[in-house]
């Protein structure tokens, strides 16, 4: 096990508690081969050495578990345990020779470390590592058992004479259970910090995923409008000509707000990060800069877009741009064609908490679709023959809830939909 461990110290130095779990394995087959030395040669001094590496073995397995759950070792626990050890058996081995108190003091010792580890495992909560940690934990429960068992047998059953087979036999059980722990302890960690490490890069995986193509949906407003103003200005009817220099002046300007939404995006990437930390937020300007892209296709639609917002919010203008900008987006792509599209964006304040609406009187949700369309790449039924692919609601959510929010949909069809935003309110 330790030659198992050191070999994946040096592929997997960056594992927590690794460099502690190799040695502790180490330590401990130095410790079998001094009491094998002991054993041989009825040598007491080995055998006080061997008892002292399997201490530290014992203790250095529970800091790697520490390590791994990304606790600070418990240096003076351990320094305590190990004088207790060391301490006892000098006075147990060299002074009174009673092998019985020695087990009996390693087996409360053994177990006291266990239940503290024991602990430590199952107070794991994250998902990537609490799999394993139950594993751990089961571990140190089967080895922190049988040192309660030893030191009960030991204490109230031995029968001190040249020998007892009953008492051997014990020992061999327990250093039978202890080589078993020890194997389960190897395979238990591997198997937790490369499941984890699997876990991670899993989730980064879908994260990565999902970011792009939210992205992609946010890039393709604004890249839409420059389309649709140059468009305009290359088919102007007669008379117009002269609003050709106020089209391409508006494609510019959204071209820029592509420029610089791209740039925001990059600088939060080299950050390492999506989210800023959370600032006041002004939800007026995030709503008028929002309206910008999508300023073209109000006008073909001759949308009423009123806007009553005065509060300010915990959040980033970044990213609350992008949510209004996307639920405007639906409000324009879900309209009635049947009636002129209305929409109206006001907030109001209660106690910490802003509360923003986008009503508009378009199409309407479905009910049994409300908790659907909150879903990457879900889209209610029947909106399918519209452009699409079902990724700005759920990065709504996923903002929203990113600051401490929530967000929620109140709709049904033919009458409108009203979506309302829960944030921090900011203190001024």
Known sequence: MAAVLMTFWKMRKSAPGLPE?????????????????STSQANVVAGYAGIQCFVIGVLLTARAMRKLTGLKPLSGFEAVAFLIC????IYFLFIEFNLTAVAILHSVVYTVICLVTL?????????????????????????GAASLVRAGVRLFFDIPVPVNMEVAS???VYIFVGIATSIGWTIAYVWTTYSAAELRLRVANDKLERFTGAVAHDLNTPLNAIIGYLSASAHLPAGQEHRRDEFISTAHEASLRMSRFIQDLLEQSR??????????VDTAACIRDALQPLRHRIEQ????VHVDV?????????QMTRVFQNLLDNAIKYRDETRPLKIHVSSVRKDAWISLSIRDNGLGISTTDHSRIFGAFERANGKTALPGHGLGLSECKRIVESFGGKIAVNSRPGEGTVFTLRLPAARH
Do not use: W, Y
Request: charged share 15%; with cysteine.
């Open 301 to 304: 639609t001759n949308a009423d």
């Open 271 to 280: 950050d390492g990060h999506e989210n800023n930390a959370p600032e006041s």
């Open 86 to 89: 060391a301490l006892g058996d």
């Open 170 to 172: 014990l020992e061999l």
């Open 310 to 318: 005065s509060h300010h919010v915990l959040a980033t203008a970044f």
């Open 119 to 143: 602990h430590t495992l199952l107070q794991e909560t994250r998902s990537d590592l609490k799999p394993g940690c139950r594993i751990l934990a089961f571990t140190f429960a089967v080895f």
């Open 21 to 37: 779990m190799a040695s502790a394995m180490a330590v401990s087959s130095l410790g079998a081969l001094l009491m094998g030395i």
